[in-house]
Structure formats: C-alpha cells, structure tokens
C-alpha cells in the first residue's frame, strides 16, 4: 500500500529511464515531490538502431534480467516510490513493434494504475510512450523533453521522430528545459514551459573528506576532468589540442563508453574511466584541477542542456566548455571556447591562475537553482496547472 500520508495527493505514473541507473533530471525532480506524490516510476527501454556491439549487448542482457526477476535496488526504495519493469519489445521502428508494445504496457500497467489512489497524471521523458495516450486511464499527459533524442548518436532518430509528433501533438502540457527545445516545439505547433535544470548544491559544495578515488592512483597531477557519456558528441579535436598543449597531468573522460572515436584511446594524457556512482562524482570533482566539457557544435549538443553544467559550477572549480547554447548564459561563472586553440588556452590559463573572484561571485546565482525550487515549479505547471493550454498555437513559432 502506498503512504497513508499521500493518499490525498495527486499521484504520478513516469516514463523514463531505469530509475537509479543514473542521475537524470527527471529522477531529481521526482525525488523532491516524493514527499507529497506517490509515484508509480516505468522503466522504459530506448530505440537504438540494431547493432551487435558489446554496449548494446550489455544492455540488452540487462533489461532481460530486469524482466525475468524482480530487482533488488542498491538502496531502498522510498515509500512512495513504486518500480516496475514492464516487458516490452525491443523496437518500435515498425507498426507490428509499436502495436505489440502497446498492448503489451497497457495489460501490465493497468492492475498498478488500478491501485492508486486515483487517476494519475502521466509525465514522460520519452517519446516511445506516443501510442499510449488514450489507452491508460490517467488524467492527463505531460510531455516533459528533456533532449533532441532524435539526433543522439546510435539512436533510432527516423522512429524518435515520428513518435515525437505524435506525443507533441496529444500532450496536454509541455515542458522544455531549454531554450533551444522550447523553439523547437513551438515550431511543431505546441507552446511550452521553460523549466532548466537544477543542481543539489549542498552535494557538490560538501564532499565528504575521505580518501582518493582509487581509480585516480597513479595519475599524473594536475587532473583534468570530464564526467559524462563519452560518446560521438565529443569533439576530439578539442581533446586532442589539449593533450599536446599540456606538458604535465592528465585528462580523465570518466562515464559510459558509448562508441567514442578511437582516436582518443591513443592520446597520450587521456585516461578513459569507466562509469562511477553517482555518489562518487563529488569526490572526483574534489581531485580535479580543471572541469571540462569538449563537446562538438552539433544539432543535439545546442539542444541539450547538460546536467552537469551547474554541478561542475557549484563544484567551487575552474570550469572550461565549448561555447553553445546551453553554456553561453553562464558565460560570466566559466571560460567558453569555440576553437581547439582556444579551449585549450583557457584550460591552461585556468591550471595557471585558478578560479577568478569575477567567476566565483557570478555562481552566487546558482543559489536559486536548486532541485527543490525546480520541483515546485514543475509541480505548479503541469501536476496542479490553474489552466490547460489550447492543443494548438495559433500562430506557429511564438512562445509566451
């Protein structure tokens, strides 16, 4: 039974990614609204294209072990929190995939809706639940879009795109999270709510004392440091302009390998970790001298919005990032370089002097960037929304 403390709060079902996989916007959010909304979390599987890599093996072996027993998270779950694994059909890129699929989530979620409180009010991050509105019997659906997935690397983009319409066109309400995103649904017909990103400051203000990462002995100091995927949107050219520029330490990519370019595995100063829980990213924040972020100027690069753009700033260290969209309005808390040369100057200079007053002073900001303010936000425009937007803009392309 869920929380009798809840029961009279409007419950949510959310669509996203594993929950505790990693550290998403969406689980953030839904973490501060626990205390107030039950909710009923679907792990979800993506559409990457049919590939036989060692990744997408993983991966796939993983979903399957998720469906055939029932999981047991590293940490207990919150009380309001309930997980499920629903089976599903790995594609959606034909009408028989997304049929099947169909069918298949709404016979095994129905029991679970059935046993809130109430109806619920349906959130997504994920385009591949399109063919689902309609058939749940939840209140409303809430689009929350949280990236351009139509254009990352690997993923099934023709597919994404089409079930993207279908779900822009049948949301009740929209959420965008960045500037970039906002435009681009407004483009499609829908207005949308600008909600960005928020940062648990008091996490990456106050790593525990403690002793190093044991995956950093040995390393060359100084250390510079990228946490992330480290896949395609990384521009080797800027890594590799660094790498010879630096004539001391090392540049540590750590996070998920997703097919990056060979190339970098033979730069001689780039050490490529594997992922590290997320409790540990405060620690390896703690050891670097320089926080970098090399992406490559791309369609889904301005899209995005990083998560870890405000966690490197409220880090307290030097920060050096290519120059997007995403990055540009906290052009006064870091260093923006749009050439290798460039990059690679500002993350010298900022080894050299360190973190100026002018930088730090400017990330006082951050003070009212916090995950819980975010979640209030959310809470107030789509969970309890005073009124819901027509389907359609009148005019194509504006936003209010």
Known sequence: MLDAMTRNSLPLLVFADDWGRHPSSCQHLVSQLLDRHPVLWVNTIGTRKPSFNLATLQRGAEKIRHWLSTPHPSEPLPGNLRVVNPLMWPSFSSAFGRWLNRGLMARQLAARIADLPERPVAVTTLPVVADLIGVLPVRRWVYYC???????????????????????????????????????????????????????????????????????????????????????????????KLDGAMTRGTIVLAGPQADPDPVLTALPRVVRLGPLPY???????????????????????????????????????????????????????????????????????????????????????????????????????????QAIHQPQLAHEGSVS
């Open 146 to 240: 949280v990236d351009d997935f139509s254009e990352w690397p690997g993923l099934d983009g023709e597919t994404l795109r089409r079930m993207e319409a279908k779900l822009v066109g049948k949301a009740d309400s929209l959420i965008a999270v960045s500037t970039t995103l906002r435009e681009k649904l407004a483009r499609m017909g829908r207005d949308s709510h600008l909600l960005t990103h928020g940062v648990d400051l008091d996490f990456w203000r106050n790593a525990p004392a403690g002793a190093s990462l044991s995956s950093l002995a040995g390393l060359e100091r100084p250390l510079v440091i990228f946490w992330g995927v480290v896949d395609r949107r990384m521009d080797t050219d800027f890594v590799r």
């Open 279 to 385: 409790a540990q990213l405060s620690n390896l924040a703690r050891e670097a001298a320089v926080l970098i972020m090399p992406y490559a100027d791309l369609p889904v690069t301005r899209a995005m919005q990083p998560l870890k753009l405000k966690e490197y700033l409220a880090t307290g260290k030097p920060v050096v990032v290519r120059d997007l969209p995403a990055t540009r309005c906290w052009s006064d808390c870091l260093d923006l370089a749009d050439t290798p040369a460039s990059f690679a100057d500002a993350v010298l200079r900022r080894l050299e002097e360190g973190l100026t007053q002018v930088q730090r002073t400017a990330r006082e900001s951050l003070a009212g960037e916090s995950w819980a303010e975010k979640a209030l936000e959310f809470e107030r425009c789509v969970i309890r929304p």
